[in-house]
């Protein structure tokens, strides 16, 4: 069963703390990326990685964080910094960064900071 | 920032009726890209259109291209009961990779 597998499906946490959301393909996808929804709204994106070891911030990447040590794996960390992190988190790949190519997208993650 | 904005925001319609959404954007494509999503979920590829394209089909779904006017439009014919969704258009603009989404038109379709 091939896809984009993201957990947990909800998440909750307390303000001031970090919180790291998992995102993992087996698409063999070169190129991964980060998005977030606010209710209503279309998806930003945060971080995107066309290699391993490699990523760019993306439109809204302030209090976040990633790493790609891995190409199947491209963990997410909201950190205390981001002032509003209570969103919908999507995660996405794409067999290359290039733009012609159509995104693949996980279930993604509901946080919800209190 | 959000390139495409999408028309309407929220349409309802019968049941075997056909859905036209509308999508502008405001510079030049590479491509535009429409997806779906289900309420809570991630999003479905529909269909990609490139900018030298006019119109494409995909089963029940035709996608134009007015390069001119900025604008695509996605119609979806002989609406079912399971096309209850989300629509977005996405762009990608020439020398950058990334698609840029709209803000969406919530599909109701009533049974």
């Known amino acids: 069963d091939g896809g984009i597998t993201q957990s947990p499906k909800y998440l909750f946490r307390k303000e001031g703390q970090n919180v790291t959301l998992s995102c993992e393909q087996n698409l063999n996808h070169d190129a991964m990326y980060w998005y977030r929804q606010d209710p209503g709204q279309g998806l930003r994106l945060i971080y995107y990685s066309q290699i391993v070891n490699d990523f760019q911030k993306g439109d809204i990447a302030e209090g976040y964080s990633v790493s790609r040590e891995k190409k199947e794996s491209f963990p997410l960390t909201v950190t205390s910094a981001q002032k509003n992190p209570t969103a919908f988190y999507l995660c996405?790949?794409?067999?290359?960064?290039?733009?012609?190519?159509?995104?693949?997208f996980g279930p993604g993650t509901r946080l919800t900071v209190t | 920032s959000q390139q495409g904005e999408e028309d309407p925001q929220a349409l309802s319609i019968q049941e075997g009726e056909n859905a036209t959404m509308n999508c502008s954007y405001k510079?030049?494509?590479?491509?535009l890209q429409w997806y779906r999503q289900n309420s809570g979920r991630g999003l479905v590829h529909l269909i990609l259109i490139r900018s030298n394209e006019r119109e494409k089909h995909s089963g029940r779904l035709r996608v134009t291209l007015d390069t001119s006017k900025k604008s695509s439009s996605l119609l979806i014919t002989a609406s079912r009961a399971a096309d209850t969704a989300s629509y977005f258009c996405a762009t990608v603009n020439f020398g950058n990779e990334k698609l840029t989404f709209g803000t969406g038109t919530r599909l109701t379709i009533i049974p």
């Open positions: 510079t030049s494509i590479n491509n």
């Open positions: 996405a790949s794409s067999i290359r960064l290039a733009g012609i190519h159509e995104q693949y």
